[in-house]
């Protein structure tokens, strides 16, 4: 962890992928979808035989070869593959992949249509769209998997002050923290009013006002920054605009609209007039919740085989280090306020709670959120446990009883929740989990109010397959002991 904080507060190396190297990949992987076509219908002629007298050379169809790269180049270039834009997912790559080569081969089927060449195969034009999908669709997402290990080591991420503190800039700071795979890094946030107290959010720095922007501009090494106050500001907009591009930085606004939750907002059109509809989204309707519901019992009841024999061993070994209970029950807040107490091993001495005040104020943790590396209350046991999460085996009985759930929230004491700030208060509306992103992020290593960032961007974002992702990503960080204390 020390080294992604590092590479956080140090300035991150630029990396400019060549404009022309996409492209030619495209076109390479395009010629050899026409040989690998041509391999399938000729030699190993899949599907439909071919006769000695219809079998052909490669030679005569090098101009369809020719024409079909041109229209995928074309359509690819029209439709913006090529730009480079970050936060646009795979899917949506992959659909601009699939309209360019069935456009392309539509026309080519066309051409031999009306030219009637003696050798023709329509079947291998198929094997060769069905092939061009699959290669440049892999092309991508190796791209962007280096894309997202260049990044974790802070190359070609970008630095981004965020211009605004309110719902819309939280959004942005959080959604930046979360997918950090996009290359964004906040390192600073400017409020839009003076009376507004500067706190750092995390390790996100609290820079000043609006007013302070010209000095920032100057002093801190910035690519990007993101304006995200709402169009009352519209003068002072323009006016910032204008200064970021005669420092030479970056600028992009948030749209005023932003302000709802963008899964509320869908784009419709009225002949040409562009309408904003918006819904009532809310992220866990009750079929989202029954769903989920239904894979955490699933998945307790798959691994219960695994952790029973591994539950009793720390069992054994809490009773035979001393005297003491050997599950711990401490009150904490769940969904919408309501309290429960979380079951665990016991990894601490018998009064530990009560010496909690104390060591806070010793070691000048966060009491919203008190993480005490070397806790001298932690018994030996307990230190090992701790590290590999064992003593929060029995939160699966918390699961079972639905009080939580897999993947969410960590749930707070009730002391913690009454020094809460308005929106820090978001992170309770919905069921607390045992691991969720900042578990994935950084585990105790990561502040307060970036837990808070990331929980609500969890809220907000929740799909089965980030919860499969959190899952997966749960597990190394487990092992290799990540911001474990």
């Known amino acids: 962890m020390q080294d992604d904080l590092t590479s956080e507060t140090s300035r991150p190396t630029s990396?400019?992928?060549?404009?022309?190297?996409?492209?030619?990949?495209?076109?390479?992987?395009?010629?050899?979808?026409?040989?690998?076509?041509?391999?399938?219908?000729?030699?190993?002629?899949?599907?439909?035989?071919?006769?000695?007298?219809?079998?052909a050379p490669f030679d005569p169809y090098w101009p369809y070869v020719v024409m079909y790269v041109l229209l995928l180049l074309l359509s690819y270039q029209g439709s913006g593959l090529y730009k480079q834009v970050r936060g646009r997912s795979w899917l949506d790559e992959v659909s601009i992949i699939v309209n360019g080569v069935s456009s392309s081969t539509v026309l080519l089927m066309a051409v031999s249509f009306v030219i009637q060449p003696l050798v023709f195969s329509r079947l291998m034009i198929i094997y060769v769209a069905a092939i061009t999908i699959v290669l440049l669709s892999l092309l991508r997402m190796v791209r962007r998997i280096i894309y997202a290990r260049l990044r974790a080591r802070g190359i070609g991420v970008r630095r981004v002050l965020v211009v605004g503190a309110g719902d819309v800039g939280k959004a942005v700071m959080r959604t930046m923290i979360a997918r950090r795979e996009f290359g964004y890094l906040p390192v600073g946030y400017l409020t839009e009013d003076s009376s507004q107290p500067q706190v750092d959010i995390g390790r996100i720095r609290a820079l000043g006002t609006l007013d302070d922007l010209s000095e920032i501009l100057q002093r801190e090494a910035l690519d990007t920054v993101i304006i995200t106050l709402p169009w009352a500001f519209h003068d002072r907009i323009l006016q910032m605009v204008r200064l970021c591009q005669d420092a030479g930085v970056d600028v992009q606004v948030v749209p005023d609209v932003f302000q709802l939750n963008l899964r509320q907002v869908q784009a419709e059109n009225l002949d040409g007039i562009p309408l904003l509809y918006v819904n009532n989204f809310t992220t866990f309707p009750g079929i989202n919740r029954l769903l989920k519901r239904a894979i955490d019992v699933g998945l307790i009841i798959l691994i219960a085989p695994i952790l029973v024999p591994v539950a009793l061993l720390v069992a054994l070994a809490i009773r035979l280090e001393g005297p003491g209970p050997i599950l711990y029950a401490q009150r904490r807040v769940g969904e919408n306020g309501r309290?429960?107490?979380?079951?665990?091993?016991?990894?601490?001495?018998?009064?530990?709670?009560?010496?909690?005040?104390?060591?806070?104020?010793?070691?000048?943790?966060?009491?919203?959120?008190?993480?005490?590396?070397?806790?001298?209350?932690?018994?030996?046991?307990?230190?090992?446990?701790?590290?590999?999460?064992?003593?929060?085996?029995?939160?699966?009985?918390n699961v079972l009883r639905g009080q939580m759930s897999l993947v969410g929230p960590r749930p707070p004491t009730p002391e913690e929740v009454a020094l809460y700030e308005p929106w820090h208060l978001q992170r309770l509306s919905i069921m607390p989990g045992i691991t969720g992103l900042w578990q994935i992020n950084g585990r105790s290593d990561v502040p307060f109010?970036?837990?808070?960032?990331?929980?609500?961007?969890?809220?907000?974002?929740?799909?089965?397959?980030?919860?499969?992702?959190?899952?997966?990503?749960?597990?190394p960080r487990v092992l290799l002991r990540h911001g474990a204390y």
């Open 339 to 397: 309290q429960f107490d979380i079951l665990k091993f016991r990894s601490m001495v018998p009064n530990a709670h009560e010496i909690l005040d104390q060591l806070v104020r010793q070691t000048g943790e966060d009491p919203r959120h008190p993480k005490i590396k070397n806790d001298p209350r932690v018994t030996r046991v307990g230190r090992v446990i701790r590290a590999l999460s064992l003593d929060e085996i029995p939160n699966l009985i």
């Open 449 to 475: 109010d970036e837990m808070c960032l990331l929980d609500i961007y969890y809220i907000e974002n929740w799909s089965i397959k980030l919860d499969a992702q959190i899952l997966m990503m749960t597990i």
């Open 15 to 55: 990396f400019t992928e060549p404009r022309w190297l996409l492209p030619l990949l495209d076109i390479l992987l395009a010629v050899a979808a026409f040989g690998l076509a041509y391999f399938i219908r000729y030699e190993l002629q899949i599907l439909r035989p071919v006769n000695e007298f219809n079998r």
